[in-house]
């Protein structure tokens, strides 16, 4: 059996995340942890009509396994994450997906389940083993932490970059849990808040929760057409954020990624760190690394939904890890260990007001070069085949290039172009992703390559 994907269990909420499995993966959860002794978890919710629902099921599941559950309600994920430091965490919601679906996400001690937690998980699942006795089911209470994770962030946002100071930011929270976060954080940290569909709302009306340069057009006319430096965008559970520039534009996800990385390499260079590691996924742009490298750092990449085991793993090798990331997804590792759009949107901002030339400064040194990412129709049951066959056939392909197979196939030519290719988890594609001056191009004589494999396979 295999339950969870890259992001968690993530589906309908009729056919696959139904009240059933949230019992059931509860249940589960609850008797791995008690065989641990570690068994107090933390509940949260975003805020979809079905999260009720399903966050009692779970909570059921937990309690007659013999679990202890502290009740959070609605909160963003980064919060739940953060009360689940020293506990467990189980957090209710599907990100930026349709409000149909929902999902679940695990966590211990601020850090989502690794891949062997999972699987433990899984394997109790499909046991389906009953309740403990009567006299060991667990108990509840209520907790609230999301005014102490606000607290937090702030406090730890200011040890970064310049004071807002009345710094013009919009911030368009879609209707989803970043409404409960990042104004008020923003505000708190001196900036001039504008929201957009700031409130909670599991129906999603203002806009889908999935925060893309279409979804975000009103944000990016109300940033263009005023007096605002700054524009965000978050999903559904505010783990993304999507950046907007003055004249509406939606900068670059990797270069986002750049700018941060960047400045958190600087800064533990400057506290005296030989070589900082920033650890990211095989998709991630070469412009990553050439800021990281021009900082005095180097770049790790873990496969895509596994940033907390590449951060778990540089760390047990001896690095320190000052930053991770992948595209729209930051964990700020001094703060804590998961992703966090909310921490992001205030260390951006306070990046561009530490900037003279604002966030068009920051921006400036990263080399953006043209980025595809194509979708080639795969079977599922084909994947492994055709790429089996694009280990070998990609590399014959491009001969002079370097090629890392350890995370799909990955091919970085002589002039800092590269070329990932590697299945889709959740659906029936191999994806082709590029960036390259001639991207167009490269990306034509990948997917003739690609197609052959798939095919033959």
Request: charged share 25%.
């Amino acid at each position: 059996m295999e339950l969870f994907g890259t992001a968690g269990i993530r589906g309908d909420t009729t056919s696959r995340v139904t009240p059933e499995l949230a019992l059931a993966v509860g249940r589960a959860a609850g008797l791995a942890a008690v065989a641990t002794g570690d068994a107090e978890f933390v509940v949260g919710r975003d805020g979809r009509t079905t999260g009720e629902a399903l966050a009692s099921a779970v909570e059921a599941g937990l309690l007659s396994a013999g679990a202890t559950v502290r009740r959070a309600g609605v909160v963003p994920t980064p919060t739940l994450a953060f009360a689940s430091r020293g506990r467990r965490g189980v957090m209710l919601t599907a990100s930026h997906n349709p409000p149909a679906d929902n999902g679940l996400k695990l966590f211990v001690d601020g850090v989502e389940y690794d891949r062997s937690m999972e699987e433990v998980v899984e394997s109790r699942v499909e046991e389906d083993a009953p309740p403990v006795s009567w006299d060991r089911w667990g108990a509840t209470e209520h907790v609230a932490p999301l005014p102490r994770y606000r607290r937090a962030v702030v406090s730890y946002a200011r040890g970064v970059g310049g004071a807002l100071d009345g710094l013009p930011v919009a911030v368009d929270c879609g209707n989803g849990m970043g409404s409960l976060g990042t104004p008020g954080v923003l505000r708190e940290l001196g900036a001039r808040v504008v929201g957009l569909n700031d409130n909670v709302d599991g129906h999603f009306p203002g806009r889908e929760s999935k925060p893309t340069p279409e979804s975000l057009a009103d944000l990016r006319a109300f940033v263009a057409d005023g007096d605002v430096s700054l524009g965000i965008g978050h999903d559904g559970d505010a783990d993304r954020i999507v950046v907007v520039n003055a004249d509406g534009e939606v900068v670059h996800e990797d270069t986002v990624v750049a700018i941060l990385a960047s400045a958190y390499v600087r800064a533990a260079v400057a506290d005296g760190i030989e070589t900082p590691v920033v650890v990211t996924t095989p998709n991630a742009s070469g412009r990553i690394d050439e800021q990281v490298a021009a900082a005095g750092g180097r770049v790790e990449r873990v496969r895509l939904g596994a940033l907390h085991e590449g951060i778990a793993s540089a760390r047990a090798a001896g690095g320190h890890v000052a930053f991770a990331a992948e595209p729209w997804k930051h964990v700020h590792t001094a703060f804590g260990g998961w992703i966090d759009g909310i921490c992001s949107a205030a260390v951006v901002a306070r990046l561009v007001a530490g900037h003279d030339e604002g966030l068009a400064g920051l921006r400036a040194p990263v080399t953006e070069r043209p980025y595809r990412k194509v979708s080639v129709p795969c079977p599922d049951a084909a994947k492994r085949t055709a790429m089996g066959r694009l280990e070998t056939d990609l590399p014959e392909a491009f001969p002079g290039a370097d090629v890392d197979t350890e995370h799909g196939v990955r091919v970085e030519f002589p002039d800092a172009s590269w070329l990932l290719v590697r299945p889709s988890g959740t659906e029936p594609y191999v994806r082709i992703y590029a960036e390259s001056d001639a991207v167009d191009a490269l990306v034509a004589e990948a997917r003739e390559v690609v197609e052959r494999a798939v095919d033959d396979a």
